[in-house]
């Protein structure tokens, strides 16, 4: 008796296996039928036509053959030699389907069709190549997500997967490099150089000073320094004073800071090496730019050096300094430097305090003034009323919270630590004495 079926159109989970009744492969689309009993797969035409199911395993089948006669008078017998049992090849193990269990029968599958690219990992890894020379910071972020996205819905039939995580390891490295490079931009507070012209201060306003501050105009010099990464910020300006003049060379205090741009107090060590690329130029009054040597720097981090350079200008001059210092809070003084690279300015204020700084075993005396002190400033000079030396200008408090905070490294700090060979302490002014 022929079990009732139903009709199925063979999709995914029929396509490729083979009809138990003709041994023809089963295509997408096929018109098809599960047996109830087995579960086995037939072209519907095959099932339809009455003589049910093809499987050998199907207990249907079997109870057929059993109860078939010719004649209407008995069951047919069936006789198996030990040949033919040898001979027989075994059937490959059954799996699971929604109709029930049929053998894979097909020991030949149908190849599956060609894979194809992800679109999220190309768009990943396009959006991260982009970030290298536009704003990396975004555009790395997206690519990162992208790429993730893409290997969180990545499958066999999809390729990209490499193509996603080079896209996610791109988009970090744009963030990160991005990140730091503006980081340096901003935090390097520097000044393009238009024209040198700007830094000439004029020569009558000069002689018409007073002497004590002409004189500290005079060993003002501005010191411009440029690195590797010059083309993106610009020079770094900053201001030096000229303590000794001899056989054609001027030796210049300064921050080390404006020499070094990589100097950081607390990790920096004493090698008066400049970093790779980077060159010095000054100009003093007189004078134009001219390339500038740095040979030393203070230990234990303290922000103090001296460069030379040589020097033919008959208007520039050394500072004057008292062996013993005299400053005291109260005291007027002024401060002389090239702040934002306005060249020679004079600005005054008065000592706020006197302060000491613990750098290594050495204790250092900084002078607390309310003289304006903005960048280009430092390393210039802090003078007492008459025109004598007492400090060299080193930082401010940011203008945006405070007003009048400025501080200065004592000069007479310095003088302990010079290289003798110097000769700074053995000064001798114009007029000869010493």
């Known amino acids: 008796m022929l079990l009732a079926a139903k009709m199925i159109i063979a999709g995914l989970r029929e396509e490729g296996t083979i009809c138990?009744?003709?041994?023809?492969?089963?295509?997408?689309?096929?018109?098809?039928?599960?047996?109830?009993?087995?579960?086995?797969?037939?072209?519907?035409?095959?099932?339809?036509?009455?003589?049910?199911?093809?499987?050998?395993?199907?207990?249907?089948?079997?109870?057929?053959?059993?109860t078939r006669s010719d004649n209407g008078s008995g069951a047919e017998v069936i006789h198996v030699s030990n040949d033919e049992l040898a001979s027989?090849?075994?059937?490959?193990?059954?799996?699971?389907?929604?109709?029930?269990?049929?053998?894979?029968?097909?020991?030949?599958?149908?190849?599956?069709?060609?894979?194809?690219?992800?679109?999220l990992a190309i768009t990943s890894l396009a959006i991260a190549v982009i970030g290298v020379p536009l704003f990396g910071i975004v555009t790395g972020l997206i690519a990162v997500i992208i790429g993730c996205l893409a290997l969180s819905g990545h499958s066999r039939q999809w390729k990209g997967a490499a193509m996603a995580v080079a896209g996610i390891v791109l988009g970090i490295v744009d963030v990160a490099g991005w990140t730091v490079g503006l980081i340096m931009i901003?935090?390097?507070?520097?000044?393009?150089?238009?024209?040198?012209?700007?830094f000439e201060p004029d020569p009558k306003a000069l002689q018409e000073l007073p002497a004590a501050i002409n004189?500290?105009?005079?060993?003002?010099?501005?010191?411009?320094?440029?690195?590797?990464?010059?083309?993106?910020?610009?020079?770094?300006?900053?201001?030096g004073v000229i303590v000794r003049i001899a056989n054609g060379t001027a030796w210049i205090v300064t921050n080390r800071h404006v020499a070094?741009?990589?100097?950081?107090?607390?990790?920096?060590?004493?090698?008066?090496?400049?970093?790779?690329?980077?060159?010095l130029s000054v100009k003093s009054v007189g004078q134009p730019m001219t390339a500038g040597q740095l040979v030393w720097v203070a230990p234990h981090g303290i922000d103090l050096a001296v460069i030379t350079m040589p020097v033919t200008s008959q208007e520039a001059v050394s500072a004057e300094w008292d062996d013993v210092p005299k400053t005291t809070v109260g005291e007027e003084v002024f401060?002389?430097?090239?702040?934002?690279?306005?060249?020679w300015t004079?600005?005054?204020g008065g000592i706020s305090q006197m302060r000491l700084q613990a750098r290594?075993?050495?204790?250092?005396?900084?002078?607390?003034?309310?003289?304006?002190?903005?960048?280009?400033?430092?390393?210039?000079?802090l003078y007492d009323r008459n025109g004598r030396l007492v400090g060299i200008n080193t930082w401010t408090k940011d203008k945006r919270f405070a007003e009048g905070l400025s501080f200065s490294i004592a000069f007479h700090t310095l003088l302990p630590i010079l290289p003798a060979e110097f000769g700074i302490s053995d000064r001798h002014f114009e007029d000869g004495t010493p």
């Open 260 to 279: 070094d741009s990589g100097f950081a107090p607390d990790r920096s060590g004493s090698s008066s090496e400049l970093p790779k690329g980077t060159q």
């Open 335 to 343: 401060a002389i430097g090239n702040p934002h690279g306005l060249g």
């Open 88 to 119: 027989v090849t075994p059937l490959p193990l059954p799996r699971a389907t929604a109709a029930g269990w049929i053998p894979q029968v097909n020991a030949h599958p149908v190849p599956a069709g060609p894979k194809r690219w992800s679109r």
């Open 346 to 348: 004079y600005t005054p």
């Open 360 to 381: 290594g075993p050495m204790s250092i005396r900084i002078i607390q003034t309310s003289a304006a002190i903005n960048p280009g400033n430092s390393g210039g000079g």
């Open 215 to 239: 004189r500290a105009m005079k060993s003002n010099v501005l010191i411009q320094t440029t690195t590797g990464f010059s083309l993106l910020h610009g020079a770094g300006i900053g201001s």
């Open 186 to 198: 901003l935090d390097t507070p520097a000044l393009n150089v238009t024209t040198i012209d700007q």
């Open 20 to 66: 138990r009744r003709c041994q023809k492969e089963i295509v997408a689309g096929d018109q098809t039928a599960a047996c109830p009993d087995c579960g086995g797969i037939h072209h519907w035409v095959c099932w339809s036509d009455g003589s049910g199911c093809g499987a050998y395993e199907c207990p249907s089948a079997n109870r057929s053959i059993e």
